[in-house]
């Protein structure tokens, strides 16, 4: 028997002593609910409300008679059985059923025992939530990953400037005294302190690489250079690629989009993984991961490919689905491609995929190239850096001490003098009304941040804050990000760890009064 929902029946079962009118208006808020409902005897539907048949793409009444199984995905249905027979305490639980393409819909199901072997389920679609949910996590998960990240770096950059200084220093009074030192021992020396040299370049890549991936301000949309992206997300996805597969790279030159840093990374390190985990280990000899950059149309198209069995032409158009994985039970939540995608077309982009069984799988991201216009670092080597200057008084504010001597040993042709903290900063500068010809803040100190002397100096010193060059090793607070973006562009910012030789240039380009980087450009 089955049952269409009659005017008088619940449950297939008569009602008595129930207004007709309101079990008429039971009838329409079941067939209109945005819940699904329905009635099963055994596993066999014997009503269908229309929200539950929109979900598996059919009509309600070429539902009934069916199997509730024939739309469960096979791995969840042993599972789902024990919970309709009662096995399972929960009356709630969550399940996937999938409409004739294979799509499937994540339900909160609410199971109801009305007697006479009938059951009554209602499902409430879950997948849009889940998906926010999921976002939410991963932006909150990033967002502490990057406020860890942002003090790592900090802590790492800090002493890296002065054991990078240091090397540096120790290298050129190596030179310096070659006849002292002789050739052999001086070759020696060079290649030992070359080797530290590049130990430490490593660490300060390693950092800023993890601090990029990490960044809070996943809103915020930049100019961004692709193939920096790609080689930082190949970086990180290496462990997984190197066991599986030869690792290929075809990058175009200035594939410039605008977007976010941190996001397009996540979109580039989840195919990479994705490549990476469609390969069997062991065999990196004979597969391939390729990744490739291309300029045309107006788009940057990105494109990685694996040389893996390929996607199964029925589960081709849900790689993009949420909660669709391939993967083995425990890899993949089956969110990394949906968020991908959402990522991709926030940006203003499109992500395909092909694929051919035996021979492999291609998605392509395609970004819309970035308008081209004037972009300058920090700093960069300048024509006049080998300007001679007269010696000069310079003001070092920092709480690392080492830090301090490192460039006060840098620059030992002027007056360099030193605070050790923001407030001994605000006394010598009060002292001396601000007469330094240049002035090096650290960006972040306990008790008073680099932004306080500045804030206190724009107040009491008018006209010295031209002056300041901002050192920073890890922004890590809105406002420290926010005030180093402000002077940015006036090329009065420094990252840690620094090359000390590019210090002195850029000393000596601000003293000789040669234009900024920007200025030299063209720009005002």
Known sequence: MTCAMPRRRVGCRPVTGVDEDLVDALARLVERSVDGMVLLRGSSYAYVNPAWAKWLGASPEALVGRSLFDQVPEEDRASMKQWLAGEDSEDVAEYRILNGRGRATLLQVNRVDLGDGTLGLVGRDMTRQKRSQAKLLLADRMMSVGALAAGTAHEINNPLTYVQGNIGFALEEVRANREILGPEKTEEMEEALHEAHEGAERVRVIVR????????????????????????????????????????????????????????????????????????????????????????????????????????????????DSFFTTKPVGIGTGLGLSIAHSIVTDFGGRIEVSSSLGEGTRFEVFLPLADQEAHSPSWRPHPDDAAEVQRAQLLVIDDEPLIAAALKRALKDHDVQVAGSGRDAIEMLAQCQGAYDLIFCDLMMPDLTGMDVFEWSQANLPGIQERFVFMT????????????????????????????????????????????????????
């Open 473 to 524: 090793g890890g922004i890590f607070t809105p406002r420290a990000q926010g005030f180093l973006d402000s002077v940015r562009h006036e090329n009065r910012s420094i990252q840690k760890p620094f090359d000390l030789e590019e210090v002195r240039k850029y000393v000596r380009r601000r003293l000789s009064g040669a234009p900024t980087a920007e200025q030299s450009d063209g720009d005002t």
């Open 209 to 320: 690489r993890l601090h990029a991936f990490s960044r809070a301000d996943q809103e915020e949309l930049r100019r961004i250079d692709v193939n920096r992206v790609v080689d930082e997300s190949v970086n990180m996805a290496f462990t997984e690629i190197r066991h599986r597969a030869r690792l290929q790279k075809e990058l175009c030159e200035d594939p410039v989009v605008q977007a976010n840093e941190a996001r397009l990374g996540q979109v580039v390190l989840n195919l990479l993984l994705n490549a990476a985990h469609a390969l069997p280990e062991g065999q990196a000899d004979q597969n391939f991961i390729r990744v490739g950059t291309r300029v045309a149309d107006g788009f940057v198209r990105l494109e990685v490919t694996d040389s893996g069995p390929g996607i199964p032409p029925e589960l081709l158009g849900r790689v993009f």
